[in-house]
């Protein structure tokens, strides 16, 4: 195993490889939320007044500083790309700390957010939501599976990026090998992608 | 692109060369040709416990009413018996088992681009197989849904659900990740001369299929993920109490199930398309065509998964379209039948067992593939919607189209895989007797299903017994025919006599390289100059 280990280490560097496969995972990721979408889609089409009605619960503000905060934060993720391609490592680990920074803070906000409608009794197989309407229950469940299922992807790129950032320090991922940090900001950027779709269709269009 | 290696390994892939030694060396291997035979192993042990479920149904159907067991235990049966053989042994069959061994090698390459991935996605399997069969065993007693795990059913059932409907998504994740890596392989590490058009057929069939793991296992994922938000949080999505649509979890499964017959079929014609011509010892007839029809099955099939959907209520505009579409996905699946018939004409035919085989997979596929269009007709369909015919057709295509293929393949690459050579005798007679039990039991339904004997009943009225009968016995047939194939397999690959490099006089890389294939496959990676199959 040791000579096949050397030739594998001599083998295995193709870069674009590791994009081109980044990019494929991220066609599965979108496709996975897309089966969302399209059910989201279908019940928006069935009830659409009472998804305007359930749609003014949420709150705006909450769901536009966390549309803010990610935008920054796949800034400083891209930003974090460019320094350590510079051979700026230091900078390029403040940014990435940066970027879990705010990641952290969306998820605080969700946190406060969704506690927000625990408080008022909104949740699936909740006592009040079995007196709404169809297109109601609809609309929240699909609220918190979405957002439930985006916050598990950001939970994901945290931990990744935590891992991208200690390989940096310890030397592994440097200007001459940075694709391991570009696939995490490719992925982080998908996760932030999602939002942006996630944010109109449940904040923003009434 | 690569840097040279500096020294070559001269020793084989099956001898030990690691840190670890004995069955460490081997769960712990990044070789793709290990992974192979490891999957290989385990998809046969599945296979296995698959036909002895798919047995007591069919003792079970022997008689009229209880004979060996209670209906709820046979609800459990079809069930356990459709997600072992659907989702363990049939999908990643082919793909995950010849395409790992065989894909880097017939491309010209020392392993696929990701190895570890590959392991990483062994693994999956084995432990999404783990829960699927642990669902089985735990206290709520075995899901009773049928392999779709339909809604609102699904949703309700005191079965233990969530556990199989988990290891269904881990098994689709396992498979997105080789399909995923098989894209990249095929993109980023062909020999140098190995344009597109230079790839032999199977790895163009394997590149079809992966493009079909990736694009739509995800959507089964998410289904599957509902069903469990379902369960776990009385969402509604699928619930007509709460407002949901069950018909929309008919559509988001079909997305998903019906392109992944072609994940099963679609390698099954790769195999078949690198045999007849190595038997035939003739240039395929049309390789353009046949490389091309992989592309257009994978791509039509995406939109035909509303045939499964005729008696479940869609517009008559949509059931117009996806009858029509469903007869378009035929037009490609029947130019290769042609091209591979062209193949052997004027060939000099040399009647070995994979060659047999895959005679056989031509004419069960052939009967599958027509009574296909008898459920893709919108009038028929209504009449055999739901019954035994829709079974006879299945298994005609998965287990008579892909099964065959696998077999077929097994004989095939059984040479290259273990440096030793069956007993051709043995091969060839179990081939037939499999053939013959094969037809005993699938070709009744087919007639009973026409007169109204429903799929999936546990009961049935009289005159439905002699055909049940003679299905039986083609069931015990067949499965004497698979003991006789898998005695002969193991023996031989211990105890069989030394295999040559190669014994078929094949063309491809695979068969230029010793048996069995040296660690890294290649000395020197090969320089391609020309198309495959020149026979000289």
């Not at chain 1, 609809?138 to 990744?160: D, Q, W």
């Not at chain 2, 363990?88 to 088992?97: D, K, Q, R």
């Not at chain 2, 392999?147 to 689709?172: C, D, E, H, K, Q």
């Not at chain 2, 035909?304 to 029509?324: E, I, Q, R």
């Amino acid at each position: 195993m040791e000579h096949q280990a050397k030739a594998h280490l001599l083998e295995h560097r193709d870069d674009e490889a590791s994009k081109l496969g980044m990019w494929l995972f991220i066609f599965t990721e979108i496709l996975l939320f897309g089966g969302l979408f399209l059910v989201y889609a279908v019940y928006r089409a069935m009830y659409h007044t009472q998804f305007h009605e359930a749609s003014l619960e949420l709150n705006v503000i909450f769901g536009a500083v966390n549309t803010i905060v990610l935008l920054v934060s796949s800034m400083a993720v891209a930003m974090a790309l460019t320094a350590l391609q510079e051979n700026k490592v230091k900078l390029s680990r403040q940014l990435i700390w940066l970027t879990i920074l705010c990641a952290f803070i969306f998820l605080v906000n969700k946190y406060f957010e969704w506690g927000g409608k625990f408080e008022h009794d909104i949740y699936p197989g909740s006592e009040l939501l079995k007196k709404l309407e169809h297109g109601h229950i609809l609309y929240f469940g699909l609220y918190f599976a979405m957002t439930g299922l985006h916050a598990l992807h950001v939970t994901v790129g945290m931990i990744i990026l935590i891992v991208v950032e200690r390989r940096i320090k310890a030397g592994k991922v440097h200007a001459g090998k940075f694709v391991f940090l570009e696939n995490a900001a490719l992925y982080w950027h998908l996760v932030d992608l999602i939002w942006i779709f996630l944010f109109p269709l449940l904040y923003l269009i009434t | 692109m690569r840097a040279e290696v500096q020294e070559f390994y001269r020793g084989t892939y099956l001898e030990n060369t690691g840190r670890y030694r004995g069955i460490w060396a081997w769960l712990t291997s990044t070789d793709h040709k290990r992974i192979g035979l490891m999957y290989l192993y385990a998809i046969a042990a599945f296979f296995i416990v698959g036909v002895i479920i798919g047995l007591l149904m069919r003792i079970e159907l022997i008689s009229p009413g209880k004979t060996i067991v209670e209906p709820q235990t046979y609800n459990g049966f079809f069930t356990v018996h459709g997600i072992i053989m659907i989702f363990m042994v049939v999908i990643p069959g082919l793909s995950a088992t010849f395409g790992n061994f065989c894909l880097p090698i017939m491309i010209g390459a020392r392993d696929v681009a990701f190895p570890r991935l590959n392991l990483f996605s062994f693994y999956l399997f084995l432990f999404g197989s783990f829960l699927a069969i642990l669902s089985q065993f735990l206290r709520h007693g075995p899901p009773d849904t049928g392999w779709s795990f339909y809604a609102p059913y699904s949703t309700t059932t005191g079965t233990n659900v969530i556990m199989a409907t988990t290891a269904a998504f881990i098994l689709g994740f396992s498979s997105i990740l080789t399909g995923l890596n098989f894209i990249v392989t095929v993109h980023r590490m062909r020999a140098p001369g190995m344009t597109f058009f230079r790839m032999p057929l199977f790895p163009w069939a394997l590149y079809a299929t992966a493009w079909i793991q990736l694009l739509a296992t995800p959507v089964v994922g998410i289904t599957l993920l509902m069903i469990i938000a379902e369960r776990l949080f009385n969402i509604g999505f699928f619930n007509p109490e709460l407002g949901g649509d069950p018909v929309l979890y008919q559509h988001l499964f079909w997305i998903y199930s019906h392109p992944a017959v072609y994940i099963m079929i679609l390698p099954a014609m790769g195999v078949i398309t690198e045999i007849i011509p190595t038997f035939c010892q003739r240039k395929v007839y049309g390789y353009k065509a046949i490389a091309l029809s992989s592309v257009a099955i994978a791509a039509v099939g995406y939109l035909v998964w509303g045939h499964h959907m005729y008696t479940s209520g869609m517009s008559g505009k949509s059931l117009w379209l996806f009858s029509f579409l469903t007869f378009v996905v035929a037009v490609p699946s029947a130019i290769k039948v042609f091209n591979w018939l062209a193949t052997m004409y004027k060939g000099s035919i040399d009647m070995k067992p994979p060659f047999l085989f895959a005679l056989f997979f031509i004419f069960l596929f052939t009967i599958g593939g027509l009574t296909g269009l008898v459920l893709g007709a919108l009038a028929t369909n209504i009449q055999v919607h739901d019954t035994s015919f829709v079974v006879a057709h299945f298994h005609y295509i998965i287990f008579g189209g892909m099964g065959f293929a696998a077999f077929a393949a097994v004989h095939y690459w059984f040479p290259k895989m273990y440096g030793r050579m069956y007993n051709i005798k043995q091969a060839t007679i179990a081939s037939i007797i499999m053939f013959i039990g094969f037809n005993l039991l699938y070709f009744p339904q087919f007639i009973i299903g026409i007169e109204g004997m429903p799929r999936r009943y546990y009961d049935y009225f009289p005159e439905f017994q002699p055909a049940q009968i003679i299905s039986t016995i083609g069931g015990f047939v067949l499965t004497a025919g698979l003991i006789l194939m898998f005695y002969n397999l193991i023996r031989s690959a211990r105890k069989g006599e030394k295999a040559p490099a190669n014994p078929w006089n094949g063309t491809t890389l695979e068969w230029q390289i010793p048996s069995p294939p040296p660690l890294e496959n290649f000395e020197e990676i090969p320089h391609i100059e020309e198309k495959p199959y020149s026979f000289k």
